[in-house]
């Protein structure tokens, strides 16, 4: 009988440490505000939701889109520090793969040489380094920022090609960079946590071959909660071809987001302020 035990509660361990690209964000709910995600409105057809392991830990949570290679949004907290830049050693996501396959995040020629992928393999599951060699006028335009991640291993978490997509690079160096390095500073002063969540709006042309979409948009949504209840919340939308920010409140965003998408969004709780 203590063997039976035994065993149903290492297969119950197994279970909960296997999969990292999961059937609900329930594996990783600590990075939506009150547990909320985004509703089905943002949904592509083909998705993956993705706990962003890497060294044992989750650091936020993806929605990708398989069939345009991007991720639809990244979930994450606030929360910048002033550990070290680390090094830019892009990697994927293995369980795109093989749902069976390690949990972390790992670059791809670990992966070939150590677990025995194919690079044609890692090509079919999603967006890989070589489509982003060589482009003009474009960067790998992070979602969940390395620069608001606390500890250096959170930010090197952010270095995945499942949490970038081809970004106007006048934009990232420019505006949404000061966006997210100055605008956010200053929003989140007061806040005890600031829940963000941001996204890409696909668009209609694709880069690396077809195989990468380009968004037509990128924005970004935050929700500030003081002691333990929101009491500010806010967004920000740029167009993807263009050196410019818009900043408006969080209602308006949903409203634009809707408008885009085609269906009625709602990004966050609804204790989140909507004036």
């Known amino acids: 009988m203590l063997g039976l035990l035994l065993l149903q509660v290492l297969a119950s361990c197994l279970w909960l440490g296997h999969s990292e690209v999961v059937k609900s964000f329930e594996e990783c709910p600590q990075f939506f505000y009150a547990e909320t995600t985004p509703n089905d409105a943002l949904n592509p057809k083909n998705p993956a939701l993705i706990c962003q392991r890497f060294n044992n830990s989750y650091h936020y949570a993806t929605l990708y889109d398989r069939d345009r290679r991007i991720p639809v949004y990244s979930a994450y907290k ?21 749902k069976n396959s390690i949990p ?37 335009g992070h979602l969940s920022p390395s620069g608001h991640q606390f500890s250096r291993e959170s930010m090197m978490a952010t270095f995945t090609l499942t949490n970038v997509v081809p970004q106007d690079r006048s934009l990232n160096k420019g505006e949404w960079n000061a966006y997210e390095l100055k605008t956010m500073s200053k929003k989140t002063k007061g806040c005890k946590t600031t829940y963000v969540i941001t996204g890409a709006v696909p668009g209609n042309t694709y880069i690396a071959e077809e195989r990468v979409n380009r968004p037509s948009h990128i924005w970004s949504a ?11 919340a806010w967004g920000a939308i740029a167009e993807n071809n263009k050196n410019e920010v818009e900043e408006l409140s969080l209602k308006e965003l949903e409203k634009r987001l809707t408008e885009l998408y085609g269906g009625t969004v709602t990004l966050f709780s609804s204790a989140c302020p909507r004036k």
């Open 222 to 232: 935050a929700c500030c909660l003081g002691d333990e209840e929101p009491k500010d």
């Open 78 to 98: 606030y929360q910048p520090g002033d550990a070290k830049k680390p090094p830019e050693w892009w990697m994927v996501e293995p369980q795109l793969i093989d």
């Open 104 to 140: 972390d995040m790992e670059r791809d020629w670990i992966l070939i040489e150590q677990k025995k992928f194919t690079s044609d393999q890692i090509k079919e599951s999603q967006a890989v380094h070589n489509d982003y060699k060589g482009l003009k006028g474009l960067d790998r």
